[in-house]
């Protein structure tokens, strides 16, 4: 935050009254008398992405089978357009990033392709921070090459359960290590990893390296390419707002398109020659390789509309304004919340090259009521067990206002004890 901080109402006005982003949250739905703050979560509908599905919908109620070659965008290259459109926002080549399927089921092709155990090299390098549907598709993959979990996916420890230490990472990048996977931006403290010195050191050790990006497309810019990153994948209904199940993408870096797909489909096969329905499967040479079936194409259409709201605002900006609300938010509530009775602390690396796009904001013993009292206030947040109360301010369509105001609620729900009236069980959903 600048020298000009300070906590007053007028204060957050004046900073949105010199956002340059500040127009883009016309062009979304946001929930009547809502302030909504859980975007890393599930993001909100534009109207871009709205008019993008009416209009895969007429095209498919006008032309029926021809919206295949006749569609506007053509059904049959839709997910390569759009991959060479999202390129732009991940540092990547046009025909490295494919939209498909779902990110646990990219994650699956992707270990499939890349995890090749070779003598004793033949282990997978995680965290023990890690979103359970990785670790779980990890070791499932570990199972079908006859490994076992406990000894053939090692998990680097967190020092002190919020974040990982690179120099961790690095010296257990050992010589039984194949392949590392690890999160972009872990998805409790919302940490964000140094891709590129990975990427380096798990090179300089000849270990293959991808990353889950879930957390980070959308909020933060990447140099996939740049940095030689072998893979990396991530879904498209969090900081993209394409929708509940939005079709997710995957980039292969070019280096790697002489290599076949792990999981082969006729949707992998080359585009040109598709349909000629040869029984010998013939891979892409592009990451479309790694698509399995038909393209969802409901499920891919909002993405058109969101990348075209992501090309006017160019990622670097949306990037800059994030760091600045969650900035913003830090230290609204280093200054009023951090002290007793409130006792609220962040579990957030402060540097801004450590953070992604949401705020960990940790309370003790009474994280869980405090999450369902701000509910009640018409703050849209999200818990995440035991005691994270996770805070995402979205560049495209938080204010600075709303962000004092979520403040202001916190405040309260202490100064009043309102807590208290809400029980200590998690909803199913949370
Ligand atoms: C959201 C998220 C997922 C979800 O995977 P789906 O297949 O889309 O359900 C996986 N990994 C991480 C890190 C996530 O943040």
């Not at 295949?68 to 357009?81: L, R």
């Not at 140099?223 to 292969?252: H, I, Q, R």
């Not at 040109?272 to 790694?290: E, I, V």
Request: aromatic letters at 10%.
């Amino acid at each position: 935050m600048s020298d000009r901080f300070n906590t007053t109402e007028e204060y957050s006005l004046l900073l949105d009254s010199e956002d340059s982003l500040k127009g883009f949250r016309d062009r979304f739905y946001i929930p009547q008398g809502k302030i909504y703050m859980d975007g890393n979560s599930l993001g909100l509908l534009s109207k871009d992405a709205e008019q993008a599905l009416l209009s895969a919908l007429k095209d498919f109620k006008e032309l029926g089978i021809n919206g295949w070659m006749d569609g506007n965008p053509a059904w049959f290259t839709f997910a390569e357009q759009l991959g060479k459109k999202q390129a732009a926002f991940v540092g990547a080549r046009e025909d490295e990033v494919i939209v498909h399927s779902s990110n646990t089921v990219n994650l699956h092709n992707l270990v499939a392709t890349f995890f090749k155990p070779d003598g004793s090299r033949n282990k997978i390098l995680t965290d023990e921070l890690n979103f359970p549907s990785d670790k779980y598709a990890i070791d499932s993959q570990l199972l079908l090459h006859g490994l076992e979990p406990e000894v053939h996916n090692i998990m680097v420890n967190s020092r002190d359960g919020r974040i990982l230490e690179e120099e961790d990472i690095v010296n257990a990048m050992s010589e039984e290590v194949a392949l590392v996977i690890l999160p972009s931006v872990l998805y409790r403290s919302g940490q964000l990893l140094d891709i590129q010195y990975l990427t380096d050191q798990a090179h300089k050790r000849g270990i293959l390296i991808g990353f889950d990006c879930c957390h980070s497309v959308g909020a933060v810019d990447h140099k996939f390419s740049e940095w030689g990153v072998d893979f990396a994948f991530w879904c498209n209904y969090k900081y993209m707002n394409s929708g509940p199940g939005a079709t997710a993408s995957l980039y292969v870096n070019r280096k790697h398109f002489d290599k076949a797909p792990g999981l082969w489909g006729w949707w992998g096969y080359n585009k040109s020659r598709q349909f000629d329905m040869d029984l010998r499967f013939q891979s892409a040479p592009d990451a479309g390789a790694w698509q399995i079936g038909t393209v969802h194409l409901f499920s891919t259409a909002p993405l058109d509309g969101s990348l075209k709201i992501f090309a006017e605002a160019g990622i670097d900006r949306i990037r800059e304004k994030s760091l600045s609300q969650t900035g913003y938010l830090m230290s609204l509530i280093d200054s009023l919340l951090s002290k007793e009775p409130y006792s609220f602390s962040i579990g957030t690396p402060r540097q801004a090259g450590r953070r992604g796009g949401h705020v960990a904001l940790e309370h003790d013993t009474e994280a869980i009521r405090i999450n369902s009292a701000l509910k009640k206030r018409g703050v849209i947040p999200d818990f995440r067990f035991p005691n994270v109360i996770r805070l995402a301010p979205i560049a495209l369509y938080t204010s600075y206002h709303e962000i004092w105001q979520v403040v202001g609620h916190l405040k309260e729900i202490i100064d009043k004890k309102e807590y208290e009236e809400f029980s200590l069980t998690r909803e199913t959903v949370s």
